[in-house]
């Protein structure tokens, strides 16, 4: 296939688009080999946080680009959790086909401000750009996992900022180890009652399979996942380690590692996707 917009993902109101975040090559290879085997497509997420682990954005950068060109399955890659405007206008040059504007911490006015000068400048260049309202919970422990977004508050927060997407808080908390998560599915409704554009899931790894399936049901259309995958790699590397505690070559446990991820990646994808 090739390189797409989420936009091109997202024209079935009905059913889930996941996107995935990456972090190391082996989760770009699991992701891409698990939409393959699934026939789905795809976001990759690559966040403001592990391009600053890499030092750099272009060469992880264009390695996810390559990848999403060369795969079989439409794929989209998104820069995730950007604050940075020079960051969100080099992936932007690079060929990033979306972008998810985190003004969250900012005051609600000054928010819609920079987020509707962002979504203007990026739409120039055919970018579709998500943003966040209501404060998911977890993130850098800024946020509340008790906060929720409001429905009428998000009809006016699309309106002014001209957003193709919207994150809402609804009980999800970003780096959960368990799926403890209580989603609010009824506020689900009421906000995709109010709001055009497609709603998104963020903090994911925290939530059951049967209420992701919920949510999607309800009206989610974008599910993000990262931190259960990185909980599958590091006990998938951990178990190959002690095996062979005697391992010096790295593809002896990340080849494992990345063969669990592709492993869930691919279950996850039918879980999103309804199938």
């Known amino acids: 296939m090739s390189l797409v917009s989420p936009a091109d993902l ?12 990456v972090i190391l090559t082996e989760h770009l290879e699991a992701f891409v080999a698990a939409a393959e085997e699934r026939s789905s497509g795809l976001i990759l997420q690559l966040s403001q946080n592990a391009v600053r682990y890499h030092g750099s954005l272009e060469p992880v950068g264009s390695a996810i680009l390559a990848a ?21 206008r080099e992936a932007a040059a690079l060929g990033f086909t979306s972008v998810m504007y985190d003004g969250s911490r900012l005051p609600y006015a ?15 260049s055919g970018i579709w750009v998500e943003a966040e309202l209501g404060e998911v919970g977890g993130k850098d422990g800024v946020h509340s996992a008790t906060a929720r977004t409001d429905p009428a508050e998000a009809a006016e927060f699309v309106a002014n ?35 055009s554009v497609p709603l998104v899931l963020h903090g994911s790894s925290g939530v059951s399979d049967e209420l992701v399936r ?57 879980v999103i996707g309804g199938r």
């Not at 997202?10 to 975040?21: E, I």
């Not at 819609?112 to 990026?122: I, K, M, Y």
Request: no cysteine; glycine share 8%.
């Open 214 to 270: 919920e949510a999607v049901r309800a009206g989610i259309r974008k599910v993000n996942v990262g931190t259960r995958f990185n909980a599958v790699f590091t006990e998938a590397l951990r178990g190959a380690l002690a095996v062979h505690p005697e391992a010096i070559d790295p593809r002896r446990y990340l080849r494992p590692a990345r063969d669990a991820v592709a492993a869930d990646a691919a279950h996850l994808l039918g």
């Open 68 to 88: 999403a060109r060369r795969a079989s399955v439409p794929i989209a890659v998104q820069l995730d959790h950007a604050d940075d405007a020079e960051l969100i």
């Open 10 to 21: 997202l024209v079935d109101g009905s059913t889930g688009v996941a996107a995935f975040n």
């Open 110 to 124: 000054e928010n819609v401000e920079r987020t509707a000068s962002l979504s203007s400048e990026l739409h120039d």
């Open 161 to 195: 900022t001209g957003v193709d997407g919207l994150a809402i808080a609804v009980g999800s908390s970003h780096a959960m180890t368990e799926q403890s998560a209580m989603i609010d599915l009824a506020l689900i409704r009421a906000v995709r009652g109010r709001v």
